[in-house]
């Protein structure tokens, strides 16, 4: 049993914020960062007094947990229902999420380019480049070389650049706002306007609920297919103005039920991308407050 006097119950925020930007689930990343501590209390009492550094042991054990979770993961998602997001993570809703820092290593846009890369590119990249680990402590963490890792690293970097956020979060609560009052009044070619001309929409319904099963492509056809929503629904949809990922985002909700989780990317003064959470399944933590309004007040 852990207890709070034991240093380390301290590595847990730190644990779970890593496992969360290597697996793009809470869930998978608590259940990686249990088995953590499982392992580290199946030492004995000698064993661990032996550990010089137990936070960079926990480091250690759970990047390794997270890789095999990502080898695994890879075979599941194939056989997926339409697209795979990370699940999102709202600005305030409970324990855990709270616990998550809230920066562009979070994104939408950073975390679903990560999803294109090897277990062991994501790896490299999130401990050195977000977290700060040398390539020899990666090392020992994958099994490479220091140099195989910096050379993987390296290879990530180059397919992350052109996700780091290109819209400061200001001018994109502006792009979310007006992008919202378009949706709600119906009025595509104010949607248009606000939208990149090659702009997508990507949503993940994970065969739960109704979602596209691949992309919308192209401005026009995500401003039409957003305007269906609305006028094909069953029951007053309302639109909420929520940080999602540390940027602005939008929930969606059906009477009092949560629809969809929208997160968007922006650049040039236009919305890029936009990605639609659908699944119930990764919407269960914005269930206990998502009619709240900036106030904190149910909308």
């Known amino acids: 049993m852990t207890t709070p006097s034991e240093p380390v119950v301290g590595e847990r925020r730190h644990l779970l914020n890593l496992a969360y930007r290597l697996l793009g689930s809470l869930a998978e990343a608590e259940d990686a960062v249990q ?25 250690t054990v759970a990047g390794r947990v997270c890789l095999d979770v990502l080898g695994s ?11 795979w997001l990370p699940e999102p993570v709202p600005e305030q809703n409970d324990s855990v999420a709270d616990r ?3 920066d562009e290593s979070v ?13 062991a590119q994501r790896v490299a990249l999130v401990l050195h480049d977000v977290f700060g680990y040398a390539f020899a402590e990666v090392a020992e963490i994958t099994g490479r070389t220091p140099a195989a890792c910096r050379e ?8 992350v650049r052109a996700a780091r956020p290109a819209a400061p979060a200001t001018r994109q ?30 949503a993940d319904g994970g065969g739960v609920v109704r979602a596209a099963l691949t992309p919308i492509e ?23 103005e929520r940080t999602v990922n540390g940027l602005p985002g939008l929930l969606l909700q059906r009477g009092n039920d949560l629809a969809a989780v929208y997160a968007f990317d922006a650049a040039d ?4 991308r936009i990605w639609a959470m659908r699944n119930p399944e990764k919407l269960s933590r914005w269930i206990a407050g998502p009619a709240e309004g900036a106030d904190g007040r149910r909308a």
Not at 37 to 57: T, V
């Open 35 to 59: 088995e953590t501590y499982a392992r580290w209390y199946a030492l004995s009492q000698e064993q661990r007094d032996a550990i010089a550094s137990p936070g960079a042991w926990l480091t």
């Open 218 to 240: 192209g401005g026009e056809p995500v401003a039409r297919y957003v305007v269906a929503l609305a006028t094909g629904a069953a029951g007053a949809l309302t639109l909420v």
């Open 269 to 272: 003064g236009r919305i890029t």
């Open 73 to 83: 993961a890879r075979v599941r998602r194939e056989r997926y229902v339409g697209e």
């Open 152 to 159: 993987l690293a390296s290879s990530a970097r180059r397919r």
């Open 107 to 119: 994104t939408m846009a950073f975390l679903v380019a990560l999803e294109a890369m090897t277990p």
């Open 173 to 202: 609560a502006d792009l979310v706002r007006n992008f919202k009052q378009a949706w709600e009044a119906g009025d595509i070619d104010a949607l248009v306007g606000l939208l990149d001309p090659a702009a997508t929409l990507t």
């Open 100 to 102: 998550i820092t809230l």
